[in-house]
């Protein structure tokens, strides 16, 4: 059982727009703006798409972006697109002691 | 730009220690704050530790602890990850990787299967 939760899968048609959720607690997602989101295509390492709740990396699409409300956690992709789809995880700083935990992974499908 | 390359693939018996290298490139490893992340076959990401910059020491999650040492060797650039006590359960894929600020991990390494099977 994972610390964050995550559905475990969504799916859109291209040119649509998705959203996955990433639940916490008042511990971890609630209390900090520490919200990282990874792309992981199938045999592949992660890749860091989204940090600190809603900033892109350099050479990150604008077509992801990244919100918060309360202990929840949200990556929004729109334009949906062949490449897009793939696992993605969320990841939260979760305090000094416990420092991060990860969402169980969704999967998304582009139909 | 960050590179990190793993060592290879490895087979263990039950009950022996592994340990898998990251080599830096592009920075050096004082730069860094280097941290270990591994994933199960089918599974998600689960952290299993990393240097902790605010304190200056490495820290290691608590369902790795006294099984998991993670060191570095600044001379050559390069960052180790042990585990011993193995079970069929730490069969998984091994990553190292960059800790930009608390669980921004944004340089990955290409990963190392570890697979413990007698």
């Known amino acids: 059982q994972s610390a964050l939760t995550q559905p475990a899968s969504v799916s859109g048609s291209p040119g649509q727009s998705i959203t996955i959720s990433c639940t916490g607690t008042?511990?971890?997602?609630?209390?900090?703006?520490?919200v990282s989101w990874y792309q992981q295509h199938p045999g592949k390492a992660p890749k860091l798409m989204i940090y600190e709740g809603s900033k892109r990396p350099s050479g990150v699409s604008n077509r992801f972006s990244g919100s918060k409300s309360g202990n929840t956690a949200s990556l929004t992709i729109s334009g949906l697109q062949a490449e897009d789809e793939a696992d993605y995880y969320c990841?939260?700083?979760?305090?000094?002691?416990?420092?991060?935990?990860f969402g169980g992974g969704t999967k998304l499908t582009v139909l | 730009q960050v590179q990190l390359v793993q060592s290879g693939a490895e087979v263990k018996k039950p009950g022996a220690s592994v340990k898998v290298s990251c080599k830096v490139s592009g920075y050096t490893l004082t730069e860094l704050s280097m941290h270990w992340v591994r994933q199960a076959p089918g599974k998600g990401l689960e952290w299993m530790g990393g240097?902790?910059?605010?304190?200056?020491?490495?820290i290691y999650a608590q369902k790795f602890q006294g099984r998991v040492t993670m060191t570095e060797d600044t001379s050559t650039d390069t960052a180790y990850m042990e585990l011993s006590s193995l079970r069929s359960e730490d069969t998984a894929v091994y990553y190292c990787?960059?800790?930009?600020?608390?669980?921004?991990?944004?340089?990955w390494g290409q990963g190392t299967l570890v697979t413990v099977s007698s």
């Open positions: 008042s511990s971890d997602v609630g209390s900090y703006n520490l």
């Open positions: 990787a960059t800790d930009s600020r608390v669980g921004i991990f944004d340089y």
């Open positions: 990841c939260s700083y979760a305090g000094s002691s416990t420092y991060v935990v």
């Open positions: 240097f902790d910059p605010e304190d200056g020491e490495t």
